[in-house]
């Protein structure tokens, strides 16, 4: 199983662009890389997903290096409804199964 | 359509008692999950199904049982409660197993006395 570590949290104001990174130095050639984020008394939503590059949506942007040991997630010009936990996920996105491992995640705090 | 349904919403049980979590989707997915979170503490995952038939041991399977009729079903049983399984429970789904963008339900808040 591929681990991740983020950070545990991380505050912010409105507007600003806040970034999220997380380091899976054992990422396997197959695995593909997802956040998700979670509100207080929610199950978890997927925001993202990548495998290498540049991956971008209308809610967010994940960029990927060479190595693909670390992503970084990227919320533009955030708003208070982004206080949330996020978090980063790596799995096989192709027919094999894993047993994925959430962790803790960050938990973001947008202030005004 | 509604995706992931989890019953009942919450849920105040006796310890020693035998309690079921309904967990039903509409969207054909192969492979679903039972998670746990604790205060503070991010998801753990209980049981899993990676098709209709089988079923795995996740994270923290102790105290649980799950079982996988059909591909809509997946059920999680307490045989005899405990009050460290005081928790919130959520259910997910996706396509395939893995890598695969999951789907949660909105919950199940089990109190343990």
């Known amino acids: 199983l591929a681990k991740t570590t983020q950070p545990i949290s991380m505050d912010s104001y409105e507007g600003q662009e806040v970034n999220i990174t997380c380091s899976h130095n054992?990422?396997?050639?197959?695995?593909?890389i997802t956040w998700y984020q979670q509100f207080p008394s929610q199950g978890p939503r997927f925001i993202i997903q990548?495998?290498?590059t540049k991956v971008t949506n209308e809610v967010a942007s994940l960029f990927i290096p060479a190595d693909r040991k670390s992503s970084t997630l990227s919320l533009p010009r955030v708003s208070l409804s982004d206080t949330a936990v996020y978090y980063c996920?790596?799995?096989?996105?192709?027919?094999?199964?894993?047993?994925?491992?959430f962790g803790t995640g960050t938990r973001l705090l947008v202030s005004p | 359509i509604a995706g992931i349904t989890q019953a009942p919403t919450s849920q105040i049980l006796a310890a020693g008692r035998r309690m079921t979590l309904r967990c039903t989707q509409d969207?054909?997915?192969?492979?679903m999950y039972w998670y746990r979170q604790d205060l503070g503490l991010g998801l753990r995952l209980i049981h899993y199904?990676?098709?209709?038939?089988?079923?795995g041991k996740g994270e923290v399977p102790d105290g649980y049982s799950v079982s996988r009729a059909n591909t809509d079903d997946f059920p999680l049983t307490l045989a005899s409660a405990v009050p460290s399984q005081t928790s919130v429970y959520f259910c997910?789904?996706?396509?395939?197993?893995?890598?695969?963008?999951?789907?949660f339900g909105a919950g199940t808040r089990l109190s343990v006395l």
């Open positions: 997910a789904s996706s396509v395939g197993g893995g890598g695969n963008i999951q789907y």
């Open positions: 054992n990422i396997a050639t197959n695995d593909y």
């Open positions: 990548g495998y290498k």
């Open positions: 996920l790596v799995g096989d996105g192709g027919t094999g199964f894993q047993k994925l491992v």
């Open positions: 969207m054909r997915h192969n492979a």
């Open positions: 199904s990676n098709t209709a038939g089988t079923t």
